[in-house]
């Protein structure tokens, strides 16, 4: 069966150091994968998509990386602050079939605390 | 903030009453889609419309519907509710074009407990 796995302990770091989240995923093949922040009762904020084809991408303290044979993705915060401190999830999205629909999938997330 | 609103924000229903949740889209957004999220889970996707017609769905039955007007705006409705349907419920917009669909984004959501 498919599957998306995040750890669900929580991440505990250090004001400053960077933060390395990981999502694994099982028979899938998907076209690509998105990296969301949830802060506690509000809707998932889009943080940094990356395709299938592309090994790694970068926005200002962001990094994600994606190895399509071990079937992994790692996000990193650089220099974290204790204003990071929320829930990540990952999504797979599979290539569009012909009617143009899909399904998107979600882990369950990783907690990360920032401590200052 | 996203631009994407929902209503209510707050919602308690018994078992077996029927609900309709609200979501008014990003402007220019042609594409909305419907999460539950359990506490400690991730969204999961019941369903998703583009232009008025339902475009894909997830594992959910029948008694979940959907409907997605002209202007973009969407409700969720859920008949027949069971103790198992209290989540948050998300409604997502995005623009699709060449089949694609670009970045989501998330409203707040509505929380919705049945007893």
């Known amino acids: 069966s498919q599957k998306i796995e995040q750890n669900s302990e929580a991440l505990n770091i250090q004001e400053g150091k960077t933060a390395t989240l990981t999502c694994n995923y099982t028979?899938?093949?998907?076209?690509?994968l998105q990296w969301y922040r949830q802060d506690p009762g509000r809707g998932p904020v889009f943080l940094l998509l990356i395709r299938e084809n592309e090994k790694e991408k970068r926005k200002e303290r962001l990094k994600v990386t994606f190895d399509t044979t071990l079937k992994q993705s790692l996000f990193h915060i650089t220099a974290s602050q204790p204003a990071d401190s929320a829930t990540y999830l990952c999504a797979l999205r599979l290539a569009a079939s012909s009617g143009g629909s899909y399904i998107p999938t979600f882990g369950r997330g990783t907690s990360l605390i920032v401590h200052p | 903030e996203t631009g994407v609103t929902q209503s209510p924000t707050h919602l308690i229903k018994t078992r077996g009453q029927q609900v309709t949740l609200r979501c008014s889209s990003q402007?220019?957004?042609?594409?909305v889609s419907w999460y539950q999220q359990a506490l400690g889970q991730g969204p999961q996707f019941i369903f998703q419309y583009y232009r008025e017609e339902e475009n894909g769905r997830g594992n959910f039955p029948p008694r979940f519907s959907g409907l997605q007007f002209p202007n973009y705006s969407s409700e969720l409705n859920v008949n027949a509710l069971e103790l198992d349907d209290s989540a948050l419920y998300l409604c997502a917009s995005a623009t699709t074009s060449g089949g694609q669909n670009n970045e989501q984004f998330f409203g707040p959501g509505t929380r919705l407990t049945v007893l």
């Open positions: 028979n899938y093949s998907p076209a690509y």
């Open positions: 402007s220019g957004h042609n594409t």
